[in-house]
């Protein structure tokens, strides 16, 4: 077989949408292999929701420019959001590339890579997919492997929100849902190979199910659809945004034991004059509203959320009304960012007012309040015992040789410990007495494995 180097760039979408094409790709004679060296085909799915993102993928075309001096019979394919976004451009700028192809065809990606082996000439594949209805044909996973611990379902792809520093519309398109029944037998099957936790994404995914989905099915309901299914252990999803959360989402956590105790919400802002800048679509009293009602249902629910510093027109005030608002949630974890214009969105035709070192100063800033939250809240947890879904081997063995095993708890904390006794399989859920904290990491030692009741009854989380 021919073999394929894949890399991967961005976010959760991306990864499933690799993962996707290394499936469709191996069903056309092409294995994966970690060695680019000695790959026939690279394929890099890249990512344009940052500036940096975009330059490191540039960067990273240039480093392959060799490798294909010396065979010139190797495929270069651009993938992913970037690929959307530039097109025809991307080819001027790094020509040695075979073909550029955007997320709506991911189906088709054997297809473009034999096009591209039988002709010199390179090629753009960015249509977006004009019919209504979002489909993703099953396939078979490759021979002797088994779905990944922690496995990823597309439920929804596209968004219609349109916030005025968001390319995600113009690189994805509009919102399309796929039908509940789909989604279920992918979980299934997942499940069946060996999934023991199911997260359902989409770039909105808690708009799923709003737009010309027959029959309809709403988002909530397809959660309790989805926890039915037999052998799941745990249920989760992402990204939600504020605007489409409904009282019955809220409820469902409450209702539903294998919805994690975990939410991924992002707010960008603490100004409501920013958020309304941001074309947010909610205030800052609506977030916390919402933050409220799920700690109400869940006493315990643990929050992560995304910030924009910097953000044309923000003043020194309303970037410490973002860090207030964060310490008020306690979020233990966030992904923040200073902002960058991106092409084709609102706020790039907007006077960018805030010299790149009140960015970088304001993005240093949340960075340590965050590391202060993330200390806090992992402090809670020292000397408790936590229940861990084993995801894999660590990359590390303790220093005496025992099998170290990473997992993760509910509330998406990772946590690495030994496993003397050998006793442990991946999709394992054992029980972890936590002993140390480093960043948003734990390490300790287990003391149950697959339903064994330790003296103290473990907390999920």
Same mark, same amino acid.
């Given at each position: 077989?021919?073999?394929?180097?894949?890399?991967?760039?961005?976010?959760?979408?991306?990864?499933?949408?690799?993962?996707?094409?290394?499936?469709?790709?191996?069903?056309?004679?092409?294995?994966?292999?970690?060695?680019?060296?000695?790959?026939?085909?690279?394929?890099?799915?890249?990512?344009?929701?940052?500036?940096?993102?975009?330059?490191?993928?540039?960067?990273?075309?240039?480093?392959?420019?060799?490798?294909?001096?010396?065979?010139?019979?190797?495929?270069?394919?651009?993938?992913?959001?970037?690929?959307?976004?530039?097109?025809?451009?991307?080819?001027?700028?790094?020509?040695?590339?075979?073909?550029?192809?955007?997320?709506?065809?991911?189906?088709?990606?054997?297809?473009?890579?034999?096009?591209?082996?039988?002709?010199?000439?390179?090629?753009?594949?960015?249509?977006?997919?004009?019919?209504?209805?979002?489909?993703?044909?099953? #396939?078979?996973?490759?021979?002797?492997?088994?779905?990944?611990?922690?496995?990823?379902?597309?439920?929804?792809?596209?968004?219609?929100?349109?916030?005025?520093?968001?390319?995600?519309?113009?690189?994805?398109?509009?919102?399309?849902?796929?039908?509940?029944?789909?989604?279920?037998?992918?979980?299934?099957?997942?499940?069946?190979?060996?999934?023991?936790?199911?997260?359902?994404?989409?770039?909105?995914?808690?708009?799923?199910?709003?737009?010309?989905?027959?029959?309809?099915?709403?988002?909530?309901?397809?959660?309790?659809?989805?926890?039915?299914?037999?052998?799941?252990?745990?249920?989760?999803?992402?990204?939600?945004?504020?605007?489409?959360?409904?009282?019955?989402?809220?409820?469902?956590?409450?209702?539903?034991?294998?919805?994690?105790?975990?939410?991924?919400?992002?707010?960008?802002?603490?100004?409501?004059?920013?958020?309304?800048?941001?074309?947010?679509?909610?205030?800052?009293?609506?977030?916390?509203?919402?933050?409220?009602?799920?700690?109400?249902?869940?006493?315990?629910?643990?929050?992560?959320?995304?910030?924009?510093?910097?953000?044309?027109?923000?003043?020194?005030?309303?970037?410490?009304?973002?860090?207030?608002?964060?310490?008020?949630?306690?979020?233990?974890?966030?992904?923040?960012?200073?902002?960058?214009?991106?092409?084709?969105?609102?706020?790039?035709?907007?006077?960018?007012?805030?010299?790149?070192?009140?960015?970088?100063?304001?993005?240093?800033?949340? #960075?340590?309040?965050?590391?202060?939250?993330?200390?806090?809240?992992?402090?809670?947890?020292?000397?408790?015992?936590?229940?861990?879904?084993?995801?894999?081997?660590?990359?590390?063995?303790?220093?005496?040789?025992?099998?170290?095993?990473?997992?993760?708890?509910?509330?998406?904390?990772?946590?690495?410990?030994?496993?003397?006794?050998?006793?442990?399989?991946?999709?394992?859920?054992?029980?972890?007495?936590?002993?140390?904290?480093?960043?948003?990491?734990?390490?300790?030692?287990?003391?149950?494995?697959?339903?064994?009741?330790?003296?103290?009854?473990?907390?999920?989380?």
């Amino acid at each position: 077989m021919k073999q394929v180097f894949l890399e991967t760039h961005g976010c959760q979408m991306n990864a499933a949408d690799t993962d996707r094409m290394e499936a469709l790709l191996f069903h056309s004679g092409y294995l994966r292999t970690e060695a680019v060296e000695n790959a026939d085909l690279i394929i890099v799915n890249t990512c344009s929701i940052r500036e940096k993102a975009e330059n490191k993928i540039y960067s990273l075309f240039g480093t392959y420019r060799p490798l294909k001096r010396r065979n010139p019979d190797l495929i270069l394919g651009l993938t992913g959001c970037l690929a959307q976004q530039e097109g025809e451009r991307l080819l001027k700028r790094a020509p040695h590339i075979n073909f550029v192809m955007g997320p709506d065809e991911v189906e088709r990606v054997a297809q473009v890579v034999e096009a591209a082996t039988k002709s010199r000439k390179s090629r753009v594949w960015i249509e977006f997919d004009k019919g209504k209805e979002y489909a993703i044909p099953q #396939i078979d996973l490759l021979p002797g492997e088994r779905a990944n611990t922690s496995s990823f379902v597309n439920i929804i792809k596209g968004c219609d929100k349109f916030c005025s520093f968001c390319v995600v519309p113009f690189t994805r398109g509009r919102e399309k849902s796929r039908s509940a029944d789909e989604i279920c037998a992918e979980a299934r099957q997942l499940i069946d190979q060996g999934a023991r936790e199911i997260i359902l994404l989409g770039q909105n995914v808690n708009a799923y199910g709003k737009r010309d989905l027959i029959p309809a099915v709403a988002f909530h309901e397809l959660l309790y659809r989805v926890a039915e299914i037999p052998g799941l252990e745990r249920l989760r999803f992402t990204t939600s945004h504020p605007r489409d959360f409904t009282p019955e989402t809220v409820t469902a956590f409450g209702e539903l034991d294998v919805l994690v105790n975990h939410l991924h919400l992002p707010v960008q802002s603490g100004s409501d004059r920013i958020l309304e800048e941001m074309r947010r679509g909610h205030g800052v009293d609506e977030y916390m509203g919402l933050i409220q009602a799920l700690k109400d249902t869940v006493p315990d629910m643990a929050f992560s959320t995304d910030v924009i510093v910097g953000f044309p027109s923000e003043t020194e005030r309303e970037f410490e009304m973002t860090l207030e608002l964060m310490g008020k949630v306690g979020f233990s974890n966030s992904y923040m960012f200073q902002y960058s214009a991106r092409p084709n969105t609102p706020a790039a035709d907007w006077p960018d007012t805030t010299p790149e070192e009140v960015k970088k100063h304001r993005l240093q800033k949340t #960075i340590e309040l965050q590391n202060r939250l993330t200390h806090e809240q992992g402090q809670r947890f020292l000397g408790k015992s936590v229940e861990v879904l084993v995801e894999g081997l660590s990359r590390k063995s303790s220093d005496d040789g025992t099998p170290r095993w990473r997992g993760r708890t509910a509330h998406y904390w990772s946590l690495q410990f030994d496993d003397p006794e050998s006793k442990v399989q991946q999709g394992d859920l054992v029980t972890v007495q936590v002993e140390g904290l480093r960043g948003h990491s734990f390490f300790g030692s287990m003391i149950g494995c697959n339903g064994e009741v330790p003296q103290k009854n473990p907390v999920k989380v």
